[in-house]
Antibody, heavy 116, light 113 residues
């Protein structure tokens, strides 16, 4: 059974970087598919942030392109999100997900609050 | 970016009713190579992550009850839930994966009347 699990700080100060880890079990991230980060804002708007493919290529939402980086550690079967220069508008629940377009597998989500 | 316009934003229903949620995309989601529409529907209950219900506009994900029906093509899509049950009360989202950035509708909250 494929499972994804997000982890990372729940509170980040404005202007700092947000860093999250997605740990994947039941499937090897280099075997196939794209591995995405998605966030849901208070008020329910959802935003796809970007993905790292099974081959290691990345694709980012242009709205975030200057601030986002998605990387991976294949030895640990994990992928990572870094979002720089955060503001209070980056407060959201962050999900990692596997996609072949549609997102069939999701983590449980982690709430990140940006506040001083 | 492809804009997804979902309606209504909320819907109050009684158990046993049939409901329809609409989703309109700002450009066609029909891919000529595979002859498919790249549109998905998700259900999200409070405190849970979204669950994929429908992909390719009308293909039900494994394990999804057959009362959930996706239809439509091009720019206009519909999720129909026949004989709504209490367990179906949730938020529903459409999402296009025709092109990046992938984009979602604003959601429809299904509530009890």
């Amino acid at each position: 059974e494929i499972q994804l699990q997000e982890s990372g700080p729940g509170l980040v100060k404005p202007s700092q970087s947000l860093s999250l880890t997605c740990s994947v079990t039941g499937y090897t991230i280099t075997s196939g598919y794209d591995w995405s980060w998605i966030r849901k804002f208070p008020g329910n708007k959802m935003e796809w942030m970007g993905y790292i493919s099974y081959s290691g290529s990345t694709n980012y939402n242009p709205s975030l392109k200057s601030r986002i980086s998605i990387t991976r550690d294949t030895s640990k079967n994990q992928f990572f999100l870094q979002l720089n220069s955060v503001t209070t508008e980056d407060t959201a629940t962050y999900y990692c997900a596997r996609s072949g377009g549609a997102f069939a597998y999701w983590g449980q989500g982690t709430l990140v609050t940006v506040s001083s | 970016d492809i804009v997804m316009t979902q309606s209504p934003s909320s819907l109050a229903v009684s158990a046993g009713e049939t409901v329809t949620i609409n989703c309109k995309s700002s450009q066609s989601l029909f891919g000529s190579v595979r002859q498919k529409n790249y549109l998905a529907w998700y259900q999200q209950k409070p405190g849970q992550s979204p669950k994929l219900l429908i992909y390719l506009a009308s293909t039900r994900e494994s394990g999804v009850p057959d009362r959930f029906i996706g239809s439509g093509s091009g720019t206009d899509f519909t999720l129909t839930i026949s004989s709504v049950q209490a367990e179906d009360l949730a938020n529903y989202y459409c999402q296009q994966y025709y092109d990046t950035p992938y984009t979602f509708g604003a959601g429809t909250k299904l509530e009890l009347k």
